[in-house]
């Protein structure tokens, strides 16, 4: 980060390029009382982790009263869907369905980070879900993603888990920049595969071989490691600034997909569901002027001579990709992306 | 949002335009249910804040012991400047400068949010800013920013502030959208300026009157409001939901604003100063194919027919734009926008 622009006291026009600011004594004496005021915050939020592990139980009795609606196990009454914010405009459409039997796969589908991870021949399995909750962890600090099948053909396990933990402490490659407790491991568990042939995560290949003498050919099948989802609980176990690239890589990606399942899918799942969660990708562009070219008025002008404009508003632009750090409070409704624009 | 695709159990090709999934029974009870596990949850951010009120105090010490480095009035010991995270290749550089004197007009400078905000004839007073502070509330809930400016020849306040006020409950706009403790009103500080002239959030306009039937020519001048970084101390004072359109963007940005001076500016300011805390919005840029053309290799094939593949990573691609909810302890370490690139 070599560019700065310096404020000018003199009221010239400022906008300049600058050397980042010399690394001077007073420098590193703020940077070390930045990372002494780090370290209380992570005490902080180990705290306020502990205050969500408090209300744990209490907010998981919505999200299995969720589980026996989905399942069809429990009918609501009809004050219990008597939803204030529903849309007078939208008619109550009458089902006779059991339950909402296609609920997680929906949410699957609706999800560009979930739905990348599944393949084709992955998507009866998906569509078996009947539940996905998360458990927070108290040692190590940390939660357990459960995944609930229905009896199928594939596995014999009723419930895949995944465990994602907390690094004790900020990131030694990026101190400065901590912001909240993050995972920097993950733990899969064991698919009991039914038998080999229904192993999702392994495909068998033929291979053609020819006999070096002979010329003769032989087709022989090897069983290869293939793209699925159930990859998902098989993850490189290692801590992530332990990793090498590529595995940091990957890691990162997967711990992602954790904190979308811990953050959203789980406490939301309705909103993944209807799509009414999801942000399409090209909304912002709605509203622009894009008739294909550009002209001068399409850009901000960076216009000093501000002695005739006639405008009491604040020139507060905002909205410009700028976002706040993440806290247990900030204003900040993000949105996932949907599926189906690529 | 009216696009949905619907995984397939049969394994087909599921990519399809499908309706939203009809206002069911059941859908209306899930969101009911969902909207009351948004109440416990407001009940816990609010025990979350307490917590972060009860640290307030120690994790002051360490910015009041910034302010008196930046001011000059606190020389670090050696000790105190071995912040171990240092780059050993990066020489320090020995200045007789006392404390530093642009810590804060270069962190308005390098952020594109706060530049953007400054105009010309308030550079001066910005250079002025001695300390920004935080201060959280207990009742009503929200934060207070404290702006500290040295002796000056604007305004004799010695500080300047804007208060921020949580919203006691969700968004009755977006209910299930809800995330965490927002902000939903500001309250501004009466600036008191030394004299008309000094006033930077108003300027004179000279105006050609004509007579109307001697056509003689007056000019007058007339007090105009004019855009100023100082028109921050005196936003609109309504709730957001109560306000206008235009009201509702304009505060939109104040609050986040508002949010960056808490979350990012007053905690981690060394970051911003030096730039280190700071995305450059182009650096995504810097390993993509840039040749100006593009081949199908560019994009990101739907590829189902993975048989003859041969990888065996998990298709975890990560990345893309997708973004977890916020929270407490979500591990997005998201940086603010250099100034600088436009």
């Known amino acids: 980060m070599e560019k700065n622009v310096q404020l000018d006291a003199s009221g010239q026009d400022a906008e300049v390029m600058a050397q980042a600011p010399p690394n001077t004594r007073l420098v590193l004496a703020l940077k070390k009382i930045t990372l002494d005021r780090i370290s209380l915050e992570i ?32 009918i609501p009454t009809d004050d219990e869907c008597k939803y204030q914010y529903a849309d007078p405009e939208e008619p109550v459409v009458e089902t006779n ?31 078996l879900i009947t539940d996905i909750r998360c458990v927070l962890l108290d040692n190590p600090m940390g939660y357990r993603l459960e995944f609930e099948f ?32 993050y995972v920097n491991r993950c733990k899969g568990c064991k698919i009991d595969w039914k038998s080999p042939q229904m192993n999702l995560t392994e495909k068998k290949v033929a291979k053609k071989m020819k006999h ?19 990859n998902f609980f098989q993850p490189p176990e290692e801590k992530i600034e332990d990793a090498d ?39 912002d562009f709605d509203d622009a002027d894009f008739d294909g070219d550009f002209d001068e008025s399409d850009f901000d002008e960076d216009d000093d ?7 009491d508003d604040e020139d507060l632009e905002g ?21 189906g624009k690529k």
Chains 1, 2 share one sequence.
């Not at 339950?99 to 796969?105: D, E, H, L, V």
């Not at 032989?218 to 069983?223: A, D, G, P, R, Y």
């Not at 997967?254 to 969660?277: C, H, K, M, S, W």
């Open 43 to 74: 005490e902080m939020h180990k705290k306020i982790f502990q205050t969500e592990l408090e209300y744990q139980q209490r907010l998981k009795e919505f999200d299995d009263k969720r589980r026996m609606i989905v399942a069809g196990d429990y």
């Open 97 to 127: 369905e059991k339950g909402i039997p296609k609920f997680w796969s929906t949410i699957f589908s609706n999800l560009d980070i979930l739905s990348d991870m599944v393949q084709p021949h992955d998507q009866e399995a998906i569509s």
């Open 150 to 181: 229905s009896e199928n053909k594939y596995f014999s396990n009723k419930v895949l888990t995944k465990e994602y933990y907390f690094a004790d402490t900020f990131d030694p490659e990026d101190p400065l920049n901590y912001d909240s407790l």
């Open 212 to 230: 070096r003498s002979s010329n003769q050919v032989k087709t022989i099948e090897k069983v290869e490691k293939c793209d699925s989802f159930f």
């Open 245 to 283: 690239n590529d595995t940091k890589e990957l890691l990162a990606s997967d711990f992602d997909i954790g904190e979308t399942f811990r953050l959203n899918v789980v406490p939301r799942g309705i909103i993944y569901y209807t799509g009414e969660g999801i942000e399409d990708e090209y909304d």
């Open 305 to 311: 001579d501000d002695e005739e404009e006639d405008d």
């Open 319 to 339: 909205d410009d990709g700028v976002k706040p750090k993440s806290s247990s409070h900030k204003q900040n409704k993000k949105s996932l992306k949907a599926k």
